[in-house]
């Protein structure tokens, strides 16, 4: 059973709109959530995390969002650019070593 | 150096072989961990050492037995590997515990059971 998922395998967005990756949760126990991107050929490079007991976390053009009750959390991208296109995964944990990730949703951002 | 670093980026290995991956952190961290990524799967967490004791152990097969000497150096070490076991296997590190979460990644192992 998949704990945390990403059930949009792949987005298209045009330069300079908002680009919005939606993961969604099981565990009601994770209390940390994380945001990375992958470029080919890269391992995963740290983008944004928010706490459980927040509810939005901002850094420049990227914000993530967390609504508990929905299990649901989004990252929104303001403005997309070229360079913003690469695999999107986002993770969760309870506190301890083991994180959980989703399967990653493709983003393509076109000029 | 900097970052995670892992080598070799490419291993191509029969069956019978014997072969290790390595890791290296020049973050000062001292939690380590592997990961396995198969195509359309999440990564899936194998081994975590925190302060070069294992903490987690993910119902990893025999034929992966891992290492950690030192907070710096992490090795996986294959055997009898099986064609199923090909996939991507990253290294990451972080700080422990209460400090911060955020893990960071080497560039993968890109590894080939023939």
């Known amino acids: 059973d998949q704990q945390v998922k990403q059930n949009s395998p792949s987005l298209s967005v045009q330069e300079g709109r908002i680009s919005i990756l939606n993961c969604d949760y099981t565990n009601s126990m994770f209390d940390y959530f994380l945001w990375y991107k992958k470029y080919p050929a890269e391992g995963p490079t740290f983008l944004i995390s928010?706490?459980?007991?927040?509810d939005k976390n901002e850094d420049g053009r990227f914000t993530v969002f967390l609504n508990k009750s929905a299990k649901h959390l989004s990252l929104h991208i303001v403005p997309s650019q070229p360079g913003d296109s690469a695999v999107y995964f986002c993770a969760a944990t309870t506190g301890t070593y083991k994180y959980i990730f989703g399967t990653g949703t493709r983003l393509k951002v076109l000029a | 150096e900097t970052g995670v670093t892992q080598t070799p980026r490419h291993l191509v290995m029969g069956m019978t072989n014997k072969k290790s991956l390595k890791c290296e952190q020049h973050l000062g961290h001292n939690a380590m961990y592997w990961y396995k990524q198969s195509a359309k799967k999440p990564l899936e967490l194998m081994f975590v050492?925190?302060?070069?004791?294992?903490?987690e152990n993910n119902s990893v097969p025999s034929r992966f037995s891992p290492e950690c000497p030192n907070s710096s150096h992490l090795f996986l070490h294959l055997h009898t590997l099986q064609p199923e076991d090909s996939a991507l296997y990253l290294c990451?590190?972080?700080?422990?515990?209460?400090?911060?979460?955020?893990?960071?990644f080497g560039p993968g192992t890109r590894l080939t059971v023939t």
């Open positions: 928010i706490s459980s007991i927040k």
């Open positions: 050492y925190s302060l070069e004791e294992r903490v």
């Open positions: 990451a590190s972080s700080q422990s515990r209460g400090l911060a979460y955020e893990q960071y």
